[in-house]
């Protein structure tokens, strides 16, 4: 079984950034690539970044790019989510995931592993 645990997030206002993070634990072996997904009020689960195995290759949705950055340290089991330039949009519960392969996925269903979620807002 993996665990996984977001932290970074909270409020911020229009044009600041947080940083998330992602920490996996129990069973992570083999290669997997990790997302971030985002799901506001009233509205369904949508992709925002997912990252390969080794890091060469990323993601965006085109709501992020240029602002979101993910990155990933295999040694400490740990992805991140740098949100720069953050609008009022970007308020969501952001969930990080993880997908055994050595790929990239922007489909939640090749996911097997999700985290409790954390909260981001940003005021206007």
């Known amino acids: 079984q993996v665990q996984l645990v977001e932290s970074g997030g909270g409020l911020v206002q229009a044009g600041g950034s947080l940083r998330l993070s992602c920490a996996a634990s129990?069973?992570?072996?083999?290669?997997?690539?990790m997302g971030w997904f985002r799901q506001a009020p009233g509205k369904e689960r949508e992709f925002v970044a997912t990252?390969?195995?080794?890091?060469?290759?990323?993601d965006y949705a085109d709501s992020v790019k240029g602002r979101f950055t993910i990155s990933r340290d295999n040694a400490k089991n740990t992805v991140y989510l740098q949100m720069n330039n953050l609008k009022p949009v970007d308020t969501a519960v952001y969930y990080c995931?993880?997908?055994?392969?050595?790929?990239?996925?922007?489909?939640?269903?090749?996911?097997?592993?999700w985290g409790q979620g954390t909260q981001v807002t940003v005021s206007s």
């Open positions: 995931a993880l997908a055994y392969g050595s790929s990239w996925y922007r489909d939640s269903g090749m996911y097997h592993y």
């Open positions: 990252i390969s195995w080794s890091g060469s290759s990323t």
């Open positions: 129990g069973r992570t072996f083999s290669y997997y690539a």
